[in-house]
């Protein structure tokens, strides 16, 4: 969401003009806005003293750190529970299940190994030893 070129003081000002007796399209040509800005800004901030904007501002910034908390942890859960049934014992098996999830959650391979619980070297080994091709003779 794009966020208003006007802080909580001037919004709260402008709104205590309109109180003060000021018409509204008078407020709003002054301060460059539209009426249904000006409108909507008294909807959220009708009111309101500019700490209590502050206070608003404060708990919205918390509440959306909470949401994207829950929603990665829910993420890796459905990552754990996808990849639960299958045995995970040797290194091949444990990269197949890190890109099982990186291509099902569509999450990256850091991501995939953190919510795993399995070693980034793990993951990241490439061989170096030739493959051995069997002599069919």
Avoid: N
Wanted: proline share 2%; with cysteine.
């Amino acid at each position: 969401m794009r966020s208003s070129p006007f802080t909580e003081e001037q919004i709260i000002g402008m709104l205590k003009e309109q109180e003060a007796g000021a018409k509204a399209a008078d407020v709003c040509r002054r301060h460059g806005i539209s009426t249904a800005t000006f409108y909507k800004f008294k909807a959220k901030y009708g009111g309101m003293e500019v700490s209590d904007a502050r206070r608003l501002k404060a708990l919205e910034d918390e509440h959306a750190r909470l949401k994207k908390l829950l929603a990665e942890q829910m993420l890796d859960d459905a990552i754990v529970k996808d990849v639960a049934a299958k045995k995970m014992v040797t290194p091949d098996a444990k990269r197949k299940a890190v890109a099982h999830a990186c291509d099902t959650h569509g999450v990256s391979q850091r991501r995939a190994w953190q919510a795993l619980d399995i070693d980034r070297s793990t993951v990241r080994y490439v061989s170096i030893r030739p493959d051995v091709a069997v002599a069919s003779d």
